[in-house]
């Protein structure tokens, strides 16, 4: 089970951007994927989730609005759109999966990617 975050780098606020997640080793469109982030000297946090079919969606309450998570089960990759981002969005994201239908659950992590806002 391979999981790889790619789409980092430096990033103005207010811009968008847009995070992929490439897998391969396992049956990804029966696999939920979740994303995550975890900003310098804070813990990782759960910050979206999109189930096998990618009919159910969830979002961080505080994220809400700003994040859009999507997928292509041809392309077994993953998306995350991160719109108007601000500097409290600088971090690492990385994707998760554990290998069940629905969100929630995680066994299995891939490499993260830095995302650095900044002027």
């Known amino acids: 089970v391979q999981l790889q975050a790619s789409g980092g780098g430096l990033v103005q606020p207010g811009k968008s951007l847009t995070l992929s997640c490439a897998t391969q080793g396992f049956t990804f469109d029966e696999s939920a994927i979740g994303w995550f982030r975890q900003a310098p000297a804070k813990m990782r946090e759960g910050i979206a989730c999109?189930?096998?079919?990618?009919?159910?969606?969830w979002y961080e309450d505080s994220l809400q609005g700003r994040l859009t998570i999507s997928r292509d089960n041809v392309k077994k990759t993953a998306y995350l759109r991160i719109d108007n981002v601000r500097p409290e969005d600088t971090g690492v994201y990385s994707c998760?999966?554990?290998?069940?239908?629905?969100?929630?659950?995680?066994?299995?992590w891939g490499q993260g990617t830095l995302v650095t806002v900044s002027s």
């Open positions: 998760a999966t554990g290998l069940v239908r629905h969100c929630g659950w995680y066994d299995y």
């Open positions: 999109i189930s096998d079919s990618g009919t159910y969606t």
